[in-house]
């Protein structure tokens, strides 16, 4: 079955640590996005990427880095310098750059300790 | 500046009633126009998508939608809501090349008995 993937379900943060996200799909889709749901803020762009090796910032991308080494894959790294971690991150992939639609994982829920 | 807005934060229906989520969007041009929905803790299901043409959208579980460009509307209905519709509903829009979507904050839908 296509589709994307997110692990882990629920990742633990402990001060000054930085976490690493991982978002898998096997849709063969050439672009990739992170977002940050908090309660009642709807969701947030942290980043994107539209093509391997390349990727923008979103609206929220302080104290957050991503890579895009592969297609298939685009881990969000959460760092020490984002002193607000815990929310619910959700994955998505669409097809191509421009008016696609985006398609979701699962989501990872992060909790600071 | 772009937005998307969903003016109920909370709704409840009783179950076989008719439900209408209501959505506004705020564009230069008609963005292309989405309705996810999310149950707790999972990721986001597309319902349905307006790109262009017939303005009345079918989507998936009984949902259909209808833009309206005079009210700058996109508006969620279902004729009669089943228990199992009880989600959170998000509306979201995409008017540029850079495939960036903006949500709405959600609605959540409780169905009574």
């Known amino acids: 079955d296509g589709g994307i993937t997110q692990s882990p379900k629920y990742l633990f943060r402990k001060e000054g640590q930085n976490v690493t996200l991982s978002c898998e799909q096997n849709?063969?889709?050439?672009?990739m996005y992170w977002y940050r749901q908090d309660p009642g803020q709807g969701l947030r762009l942290i980043y994107y990427s539209q093509i391997v090796n390349d990727f923008q910032k979103g609206d929220i991308a302080e104290g957050y880095s991503v890579s895009r080494e592969k297609k298939e894959s685009f881990p969000l790294t959460v760092t020490s310098a984002q002193k607000n971690p815990t929310a619910f991150y959700l994955c998505a992939s669409s097809i191509a750059r421009g008016q696609e639609t985006q398609y979701f994982g699962p989501g990872t829920r992060l909790l600071v300790l | 500046a772009q937005s998307v807005t969903q003016p109920d934060i909370h709704i409840t229906v009783s179950e076989g009633a008719s439900l209408e989520l209501r959505c506004n969007y705020s564009?230069?041009?008609?963005?292309?126009l989405f309705w996810y929905v999310q149950s707790p803790g999972q990721g986001l299901q597309l319902l349905l998508k307006y790109f262009s043409g017939d303005t009345l959208v079918q989507g998936i579980k009984g949902f259909e939608a209808e833009f309206k460009r005079s009210q700058s509307s996109f508006n969620l209905r279902k004729p009669s809501v089943h228990w199992s519709d009880a989600a959170e509903y998000f509306c979201?829009?995409?008017?540029?090349?850079?495939?960036?979507?903006?949500f709405g904050t959600g609605t959540l839908l409780a169905v009574q008995p």
């Open positions: 564009y230069g041009a008609t963005p292309y």
């Open positions: 979201a829009g995409d008017g540029g090349a850079t495939n960036k979507l903006i």
């Open positions: 849709l063969n889709h050439d672009a």
